[in-house]
């Protein structure tokens, strides 16, 4: 569902973070700086979407989301950068990446406590959505909840069709479709760089026979 989304303005916070604070704030490497600097002109914290900006309740595991816009100098993103700031902000973040070529990408990842320790936090794959920019924009769905709202939010960033029921409740499962998907591409990424290296018929026959059962295997997720 690649959707781009408008906010209602009681939700807007248009707040520049500078950089320098997550450096401080994690003790960032010398890595995490350098791409920091090389990827990013500008981090904004856009909107902040809770029961007391937005006309919902909070949820059983989700109280607030934040929308955070990440102006890039590069046309593409190293999802380190996503990482780190996500570990560094206990809340879900949805993040809106504004690029210099005019492309404008939404990225997530689930994000949840850790059961045995509610003090680490538990990160799932990146989902990045295709380029919005010339997408309208859509108002917010109407849910009961921000665990709904936070479910909805990735679902629209999945390889799979949207749940006909609560997003949340079928948020689980459909993580692990998009789990499979993404490693079986994988796979399919890189046995079809080395058919097109292979000059034996013989491997040749076998690389295509192995692409055409993960191409099956694709079609049954």
């Known amino acids: 569902m690649n959707i ?18 997550f450096y401080e704030q994690g003790n ?22 809770s029961p ?28 380190d950068i996503l990482t780190y700031i996500d570990r560094l902000i206990p809340s879900p973040i949805i993040f ?7 492309s404008i990408y939404q990225t997530a990842t689930y994000k949840r406590q850790n059961l ?8 799932d794959d990146y989902y990045t959505s ?15 909840n921000l665990d709904e709202l ?28 998009a789990r499979q998907t993404h490693q079986l591409q994988k796979q399919l990424t890189k046995l079809t760089a080395k058919l097109a290296k292979e000059k034996q018929f013989n491997r040749k026959v076998q690389i295509n026979s192995e692409i055409q059962a993960i191409q099956r295997q694709l079609n049954l997720v």
Do not use: M
């Open 116 to 123: 045995a320790d509610k003090d680490k936090l538990v990160l």
């Open 4 to 21: 781009r989304h408008h906010y209602p303005a009681t939700t807007e916070v248009g707040q520049v973070i500078a950089k320098s604070r």
């Open 28 to 49: 960032a490497n010398a890595r995490i700086q350098r791409l920091f600097t090389q990827e990013i002109e500008k981090i904004i914290w856009a909107n902040k979407l």
């Open 150 to 177: 936070y479910a909805y939010f990735i679902h629209t960033l999945l390889p799979c069709p949207a749940p006909t029921g609560s997003f949340a409740s079928n948020l689980s499962q459909n993580l692990q479709k």
């Open 130 to 144: 295709k380029d919005l920019a010339n997408v309208p924009s859509a108002d917010l769905p109407i849910l009961p």
């Open 96 to 102: 809106e990446s504004h690029h210099p070529n005019g």
């Open 52 to 79: 007391a900006t937005l006309n919902i309740h909070a949820g059983k595991d989700v109280a607030e989301i934040q929308i955070f816009h990440l102006i890039t100098r590069t046309n593409t993103l190293n999802t």
